[in-house]
């Protein structure tokens, strides 16, 4: 795959088609591939690709606007490029889709703080992840670090590609579990983990840089006129900032899981994003990203919407 | 040097406890300590570094509560006061750092003063370097007592510690602990060696006065790509102090709140005008890197950074400053 992956860049950049290939490459840190952009034919030979690769590649794509730009993309990533385009940020025609077919990403910095070792080594063989410290080899299963979205996920195949690198893969399903088991709580102990999960909140704001789909300018966080959100660390702020972002989302996340897998706190957002995720789909059979020439979810009015969630 | 057993650590836990509050290693931050048991941290690596002590995410400087037409105002200061007991040279280091810029001339800064002058450091060697770590490139090392009051090093089961300041000394000398053994000495030289050894230096000779060239440079560009722009590496820098003041309002009250910014936000150095001198990334990144080894060296002969890596794990893109420094040092100049 990953040989695959280089001959078509090389290609594309040797042939002028793109100015440059968003891809990723073999990071410093045990378990780690990261984000890389190769700019010229020797660069190529540092692309990788693997399930560590958990940046969603499209929250690159608004900055080269002015650059015709080749993209690794899995099935989210062309969702996120379709929310993007149908809200005018980028255009189809400047972006070479390079297809992936994905089998899930793992969450990489939970399971590398789990170890709690020195890691020297990492590979995935026969559905399990063999970690090598400095005093063992341990085994994990595969499916047990597998980012939450991804474990669920209806479209793991790229929706549209240019050219498509391996075998399409069967979509895993099995709708949102995870939400469903929040919701069965009772009322206080969900508020009980809601707060607990934003109190670790540092306010880096590494969820919203990682996300696709949050490319304001000017985030409503920032904001001093009017003020949305206070500074600093008052649970009412935290949580407020959390959850306004979350409904910011609603109809444009498209569940890749980037913001949680990037939280250096390990915060977690996904039972947040994937309930309003799973409550559009039941209540107004809305999938984001499937359609870039559909107006955004709040973008739509239509005569026949009956609005009976407000009566 | 003194030695004190580790099974008897309570010897030197209540003198430290009559300092104040001790701080130990917990895996996510310093905390307090409520028995002596909790002083054997095996926490190599704290992921929030001490700097959240005397530099806490958030501070509220001044109170305002209005009344009819009358406003009266409250100073508020936070003091702390107390013994970090482990904290590793790399950190002691980073507070060294921290000292430059806030307890001198111009920059002193009551807030810092009033928990930094009260807060003793009890360093610890550090054992256990990991592959993140690229300390001896700043001329120090895991084993390096200069930056502490008091300064220790575990050797087998044993405590071995010496005061290293005035305030440092004063503390040991109150201990009812006996001297060093001859071979306990002779086993820290030969562990100090190997340990050091560990660690793996950078060559980043020349890289202040490289930098002072390269403000033109493309190279921003390709160091900023995959950045995404968040404060992740920033806020767990133990060198890192920009702040952000801003008033929190609440109905006939509020307070003036000051918390952590980080040069890597849009905001940072936007102004009122809507003009922002650092409009792109490469801008932003350029600063950091400046900050910390052009412009630090150049106003306090000291680089701003320790190399304790913790901003190589907290990225979430794994952007790493020694490949960074790298690309700065092989980065040709143009002419």
Known sequence: ?311 | MKRVPLSELERIYEALKSYGSVWVRKKNAYETAETPEELLSTVSKVKKPAKFIFLPEEEPLLAFVQDGKNVTFQEVIREAKGVIFGIPPCEAKAISLLDLNFLQGEGEDIYYKKRRENVLLFGLACLAPDSRCFCTTFGYGPFTESFTDIFGVVVDDVLLFEGITEKGKDLVKNLDVEDAKGEELKKLEAMKKEITERVKKLDIQGIQEKLARMMDSEIWDKISSSCLGCGACTYYCPTCYCFDIQDVERPNWGYRLRTWDSCMFTLYTLEGSGHNPRPELKYRWRNRLMHKFNYYPVLYQEFGCVGCGRCIEVCPVNIDIREILMEVKNEPIRA
């Open chain 1, 1 to 311: 795959m990953v040989k695959k992956i280089r001959e078509i860049a090389r290609k594309l950049l040797e042939e002028g088609k793109v100015d440059v290939v968003l891809g990723y490459e073999k990071g410093t840190e045990p378990l780690s591939e990261r984000p890389f952009v190769a700019r010229t034919v020797e660069e190529v030979e540092r692309l990788t690709y693997s399930p560590f690769a958990i940046q969603n590649l499209a929250t690159y794509l608004p900055r080269f606007n002015n650059n015709k730009v080749a993209i690794l993309a899995r099935g989210c990533t062309t969702r996120a490029i379709n929310v993007l385009i149908s809200e005018g940020q980028i255009e189809r025609d400047k972006i070479y889709v390079i297809g992936i077919p994905c089998n899930g990403v793992i969450k990489t910095r939970e399971l590398r703080e789990s170890i709690g070792e020195e890691i020297e080594d990492v590979s995935i063989q026969n559905g399990e992840i063999v970690i090598k410290t400095t005093t063992e080899e341990k085994k994990v299963k595969f499916e047990d670090w597998l980012n939450i979205s991804c474990k669920y996920c209806e479209y793991p195949n790229p929706l549209f590609y240019d050219v498509l690198v391996g075998e399409e893969v069967k979509p895993r399903g099995g709708g949102y579990p995870d939400v469903e088991d929040y919701e069965k709580l009772d009322e206080d102990k969900r508020w009980e983990i809601f707060e607990a999960e934003m109190s670790k909140c540092v306010r880096c704001y590494a969820c919203r840089q990682s996300c696709p789909m949050c490319y304001c300018e000017h985030c409503f966080v920032d904001s001093t006129e009017p003020r949305w959100v206070e500074p600093g660390f008052d649970k009412t702020d935290l949580e407020s900032w959390h959850l306004i972002r979350v409904l910011h989302m609603a109809g444009r996340c498209v569940d890749c899981g980037t913001c949680e897998l990037v939280c250096p706190e390990g915060v977690k957002l996904l039972f947040l994003t994937r309930k309003v995720a799973r409550d559009l789909k039941r209540d107004f059979d809305y999938v984001s990203g499937l359609n870039p020439e559909k107006p955004p979810f709040f973008g739509e009015f239509r005569y026949d919407d009956k609005g009976d969630f407000i009566l």
